[in-house]
């Protein structure tokens, strides 16, 4: 029962320090209910996969690592069910948008996010998140000039659609 | 705006949703946790199918008790009870070893063990198939070659017998072959593709 305690305690601790960066990573892969379903689905895999957890990586690193793993996974599960984008403008290659706003800077990352497979849009939020090349390798397990090119890659796609030439 | 621009804007954009926020409150989340497990077992595809087979191979073998002669007929059904009985019960073993692996590990090895999870699901699922052809076709010759009853009116129910036991395994094995796990190794194998792997 102790020991219990004790787990519920540091759950409670990793939760609160890291809400941010599970809500941030649940609402960019699906939205409205799913979201929240995915939180949870989040936390669960979190809560039971606590044990294992000795504390050799940051305790954000592997947030990340649950948090991203499962939400690929729920994607692909869920890939049918899932809400499309909400398309901010027309924003063909050829007339890059214009954001007047934050609001509009984000709901077009987010297209741009939705745009690639599961495994680059986990790689580029971790690049919103403004982890170094060397947290995103511990969170992915890609080496650091894999994450380099991959961040170039989508880098370069992003200003190119968006940004004008 | 470049691309900066963007990062600092997703940076300092709020996230706490009303709904979203409920969803990861820490003392929610744990009252949330002590009835998700019971949950998550509920959803598994793996668990329903080994319900649906228990159940059905009771009722095989019930159904076979009461209703079908003794001989050759009956056998056919216990052969499908048992098709069913590994069929559900290979599945659950392979749900348990992926329920015993948490999603800790990082993405690269967590999505190579995905993959040879569901590459052994798709084996699973080839020897189920192959099990219900092989013991369908064993059936069918039962039926044809076994020794028939002589009353007529066991004789009907004998035929009848056979015919809903041939049905049954037809029925299974077209389950079986409209199952996903192939799509889905496929898109991991994709996803390892992205990986460089």
């Known amino acids: 029962m102790a020991g219990d305690a004790a787990k519920e305690a540091r759950f409670q601790e990793i939760v609160a320090a890291n809400r941010r960066r599970i809500l941030a990573i649940a609402s960019s892969y699906v939205r409205g209910d799913e979201a929240r379903d995915l939180c949870q689905e989040i936390l ?6 606590l044990d294992g957890f000795e ?6 690193t592997w947030v ?11 994607r692909r599960k869920n890939g049918r069910h899932a809400e499309p984008a909400r ?3 027309a924003t063909p290659a050829s007339e890059p948008a214009a954001p007047s706003s934050p609001g509009n800077e984000i709901l077009i990352l987010e297209e741009f996010l939705r745009s690639l497979g599961p495994v680059d849009h986990a790689v580029f939020l971790l690049y919103l998140e403004d982890l170094s090349y060397q947290e995103i390798s511990e969170v992915t397990g890609l080496t650091k000039s894999h994450v380099g090119v991959s961040i170039n890659r989508m880098k370069k796609a992003f200003t190119q659609r968006y940004c004008g030439r | 705006m470049e691309l900066e621009g963007y990062k600092t804007a997703w940076q ?3 996230v706490e949703d009303h709904t979203l926020a409920y969803a990861a409150h820490p003392s929610r ?6 009835t998700s497990v019971i949950r998550d077992l509920q959803r598994s595809e793996e668990v329903s199918r080994f319900v649906f087979s228990l159940l059905f191979a009771l009722i095989a073998v019930g159904a076979s008790l009461i209703v079908v002669p003794r001989g050759v007929g009956r ?3 216990w052969l499908f009870a048992a098709a069913l009985l590994t069929d559900g019960i290979g599945g659950l073993v392979l749900r348990v070893r992926r329920w015993r692996q948490p999603v800790t590990a990082t993405m690269v090895e967590f999505i190579r063990r995905e993959h040879s999870q569901l590459t052994a699901h798709v084996r699973f699922e080839r020897f189920s198939q192959w099990l219900m052809a092989g013991l369908a076709a064993l059936a069918l010759l039962m039926a044809i070659f076994g020794p028939q009853p002589v009353n007529p009116r066991e004789y009907t129910f004998d035929a009848l017998g056979k015919m809903a036991i041939l049905t049954a395994f037809l ?15 496929r898109e991991l194998e994709r996803y390892l593709e992205d990986l460089g792997q």
């Open chain 2, 12 to 14: 300092r954009r709020p």
């Open chain 1, 44 to 49: 669960l895999q979190m809560w039971r996969g």
């Open chain 1, 87 to 89: 398309m901010p403008v």
């Open chain 2, 29 to 34: 989340s744990l009252s949330f946790l002590r």
């Open chain 2, 75 to 77: 056998w056919a059904w």
């Open chain 1, 64 to 74: 990340y690592r649950v948090a991203l793993n499962t939400a690929i996974t729920y």
């Open chain 2, 171 to 185: 029925a299974v094995a077209w389950r079986r072959a409209k199952s996903r796990s192939r799509e889905r190794r």
């Open chain 1, 55 to 60: 504390g050799r990586s940051a305790p954000s």
